[in-house]
C-alpha cells in the first residue's frame, strides 16, 4: 500500500487550521496539527478537521498499477465544526477547488499537490524515441523504437471527471512519441551502397583527445534517418563526462584554448557536418566555432557543446540514409550512404567576404634587455564568411545561401624593453 504524504506545510497554508487541538476529538477525524511556520496565530482553528480517507484511488500508467490515498493526490476532505465559512474561505484563497460541501463540512481539490505528484510519475513514465541504426553484422537496419509523453493537462482533467462520478481508478493519459524508423515496410531491401557525401579530418595522436573522438564517433556510427528524420547530435553522444568515459582534452572556449572534458566532440561534429553539406542534407542547427580550426577549413566547423550547442542534421531526400563515422590511424571519417544518388549535384561554397584586424597590446618589461622586443603572443586575424551551396539537377541551377559566419580576432600581445622602439620605424625607399 502507498504510504499517505501530505505537504504538511502547503497542507497548514491550504487550510489555516495549525496547532490547536480539542481533547473530545470525533472519532473518525482528527484535528489539523500542522506546521505553523509563516501562519498567524490567528488562522489557527480547531474546528477544522482533516477526515482520513478509508478508500484509495487507483492509478494506472505504463509502467505500473498503484493504490494510492486520495490525500496524496490532493483530495482532502474536511469536517467543518468552525459554525462559520471560515474554514471554507480559507481553502478557496489557497487553491482549493471545492468538489463537495454538506453541512458537516466539504472535499477539497488541491490541483497544486496533484501536478506534484505528475511530476514525480513524469520521471519514470517519459522516454525519448529511438532511431533506428545500420548494423554492419547483420547487414539491415535495426528498427527504431517509439517514445512517450505524459499528457499532464488530460490527465488533470479526467482527474476532475474522476472525481465529479465519485470513480475509484484513474489511467494516465499519455501520448506516443513515434520514431519515423519504427516501420520500415516501406523502405524494400534498403543497402546503403551509394555514398551521398563524405569528408575527412586529421587530428592529433593525444592519447585522451584519440579517446574522445573514437568514443563520439561510436555513438552516432551507423544513424539511420527515414526521409524527413532528423538527428541531434548532443542526443546521440550525450553529456561529455568523465563517467561516460570522456577524457580532458583541447578546447576553444571563450576564444581560448584550454583543456576540457571532451575535447575532440567538436571535431566529430565538425567532420560531420561538413559530410551532410556535400551530401545535399538539410541543417536544421548549426553554430561555428569563435576562432577557426586547424582541422577543418573555416565555414565548415560546428562547435557542439552538451547540453545548448547543438548540431542537427535532416534527411531532406526521398530515401532513407545511413550516417558512418569511423577512424583510420589519426584521420577520421564521416559518410552519409544511402541506396540511391542525390538526383542533385551539390557544391558547398564559402566566401571571406571581410577581413577583421587584430588588436595589440604592448607592455614595458623592465627585465628585459635594452632593445628587446618579445611577441608574448601572436594576433590572428578575424572572419567574416558567407556560405552557401549551390544544387543542380536537371540542367538547373539552385542556390541556399547559409548562414554567415563570424570568427574573431586574437589579440596579439607584445613586451619592449624600456627604450625599445616600437614598431620599428619604416625603412625609407631606396633611391
Given amino acids: 500500500m502507498h504510504t499517505r504524504r501530505i505537504h504538511i506545510l502547503a497542507a497548514c497554508l491550504l487550510l489555516h487550521a495549525c496547532g490547536a487541538a480539542e481533547a473530545d476529538t470525533a472519532k473518525g477525524s482528527r484535528p489539523l496539527r500542522l506546521e505553523p511556520e509563516g501562519i498567524p496565530e490567528s488562522a489557527s482553528d480547531p474546528g477544522c478537521r482533516i477526515v482520513p480517507s478509508e478508500s484509495r484511488i487507483r492509478i494506472t500508467d505504463p509502467t505500473r498499477s498503484v493504490s494510492y490515498a486520495p490525500e496524496s ?117 534498403f543497402k546503403p551502397t551509394v555514398l551521398l557525401g563524405a569528408y575527412r579530418t586529421e587530428f592529433s595522436k593525444s592519447k585522451n583527445r584519440t579517446i574522445n573522438v573514437k568514443l563520439a564517433s561510436s555513438f552516432i556510427d551507423g544513424i539511420f534517418l527515414m526521409p524527413g528524420a532528423k538527428f541531434s547530435y548532443n542526443e546521440w553522444v550525450g553529456e561529455r563526462s568523465e563517467a561516460r568515459g570522456f577524457k580532458e582534452a583541447p578546447v576553444i572556449e571563450q576564444g581560448q584554448l584550454v583543456e576540457g572534458l571532451g575535447g575532440g566532440a567538436c571535431q566529430v561534429s565538425s567532420t560531420v557536418h561538413a559530410a551532410a553539406l556535400l551530401a545535399g542534407l538539410g541543417i536544421d542547427e548549426r553554430y561555428n566555432h569563435s576562432l577557426p580550426s586547424s582541422y577543418i577549413p573555416v565555414g565548415m566547423d560546428a562547435v557542439v557543446s552538451y547540453p545548448l550547442l547543438d548540431l542537427k542534421v535532416r534527411n531532406t531526400l526521398s530515401r532513407p540514409v545511413v550516417l558512418r563515422v569511423h577512424t583510420e590511424d589519426t584521420t577520421l571519417i ?63 541551377e539552385r542556390f541556399e545561401k547559409l548562414l554567415m559566419d563570424t570568427y574573431q580576432p586574437q589579440t596579439q600581445q607584445v613586451s619592449i624593453a624600456f627604450d625599445a622602439i616600437y614598431p620599428p620605424p619604416e625603412e625609407p625607399p631606396e633611391p
Fill in 334 to 396: 564521416a559518410e552519409f550512404f544511402s541506396d540511391a544518388p542525390n538526383p542533385a549535384k551539390v557544391m558547398f561554397r564559402r566566401e571571406v567576404s571581410e577581413t577583421v584586424p587584430f588588436k595589440e597590446v604592448i607592455t614595458v618589461d623592465t627585465a628585459l634587455e635594452s632593445g628587446t622586443v618579445k611577441i608574448r603572443k601572436r594576433g590572428k586575424v578575424g572572419y567574416k564568411v558567407q556560405r552557401g551551396r549551390l544544387f543542380i539537377e536537371n540542367g538547373k
Fill in 73 to 189: 493526490l490532493g483530495l482532502i476532505t474536511v469536517e467543518d465544526k468552525s459554525g462559520t465559512r471560515k474554514c471554507l474561505d480559507d481553502a478557496i484563497r489557497d487553491g482549493a477547488e471545492i468538489v463537495k460541501r454538506d453541512a458537516h463540512g466539504f472535499t477539497a481539490f488541491y490541483p497544486t499537490r496533484f501536478e506534484s505528484f505528475l511530476d514525480d510519475a513524469r520521471e519514470r513514465i517519459d522516454i525519448d524515441a529511438v532511431e533506428g541504426r545500420w548494423s554492419e553484422t547483420q547487414n539491415r537496419v535495426i528498427p527504431g523504437v517509439s517514445g512517450r509523453r505524459l499528457d499532464v493537462a488530460a490527465t488533470i482533467a479526467n482527474f476532475r471527471k474522476l472525481i465529479a462520478s465519485d470513480g475509484d481508478s484513474l489511467e494516465l493519459k499519455t501520448d506516443e512519441i513515434p520514431a519515423q524508423s519504427s516501420d520500415l515496410s516501406g523502405i524494400g531491401d
